[in-house]
Antibody, heavy 119, light 107 residues
Framework: QVQLVESGGGVVQPGRSLRLSCAAS????????MHWVRQAPGKGLEWVAV????????YYADSVKGRFNISRDNSKNTLSLQVKTLRTEDSAVYYC????????????WGQGTLLTVSS | DIQMTQSPSSLSASVGDRVTITCRAS??????LAWYQQKPGNVPTLLIY???RLQSGVPSRFSGSGSGTEFTLTISSLQPEDIATYYC?????????FGQGTRLEIK
């Protein structure tokens, strides 16, 4: 079955950087677009970034553009999110989500990793 | 950017009721609309994609309709396990956006 397991969250000071990872299994990773979606405590869902199947194309929410970088390694079935210049408003649970092939709706979600930005 | 607006923001209904949630797009998105359910403390799950296609394993009491700018999610007969927050999401192009969510409670 499809498994998405995020890691890398924690407590980080404002302005610092961190790398979030997602280990994927149970499906042909290289055939599906992959996304990061976040949810601040008690708030709604916010899409963060998407990467194409071959890693050539990336798109970002305006709120993270220039600070976050999504990448994937199809040989290792892993998705990453490099987060830089962190702000308190970046505090959230970050979910790795699988699209259906090239369709950008989320048919599988990981359990999420909590990132808290605080001094 | 296209904005997605859900109504109502919260809803209280009785078991067995027919429940309808509306999602409006600020511009036309054809049928590139998905619905998700997030139960308290849980990860979101996909209910509907392409506005009206039921995801495998989702109970048939859930249905979706609409195209262009107006969409609805309907629960034909509300069950206690349907207590959750529901989100619509447009996916025709980046940026992908969600509605603000509709919290559904049992009366």
């Amino acid at each position: 079955q499809v498994q998405l397991v995020e890691s890398g969250g924690g407590v980080v000071q404002p302005g610092r950087s961190l790398r979030l990872s997602c280990a994927a299994s149970g499906f042909d990773f290289s055939s599906h677009v992959m996304h990061w979606v976040r949810q601040a405590p008690g708030k709604g869902l916010e899409w963060v970034a998407v990467i194409s199947t071959d890693g050539k194309y990336e798109y970002y929410a305006d709120s993270v553009k220039g600070r976050f970088n999504i990448s994937r390694d199809n040989s290792k079935n892993t998705l990453s999110l490099q987060v830089k210049t962190l702000r308190t408003e970046d505090s959230a649970v970050y979910y790795c989500a699988k699209g259906r092939f090239n369709w950008n709706f989320f048919e599988n979600w990981g359990q999420g990793t909590l990132l808290t930005v605080s001094s | 950017d296209i904005q997605m607006t859900q109504s109502p923001s919260s809803l209280s209904a009785s078991v067995g009721d027919r429940v309808t949630i509306t999602c409006r797009a600020s511009q036309g998105i054809n049928n590139y609309l998905a619905w998700y359910q997030q139960k308290p403390g849980n990860v979101p799950t996909l209910l509907i994609y392409a506005a009206s296609r039921l995801q495998s394993g989702v109970p048939s009491r859930f249905s979706g309709s609409g195209s262009g700018t107006e969409f609805t999610l309907t629960i034909s007969s509300l069950q206690p396990e349907d207590i959750a927050t529901y989100y619509c999401q447009k996916y025709n192009s980046a940026p992908i956006t969600f509605g603000q969510g509709t919290r559904l409670e049992i009366k």
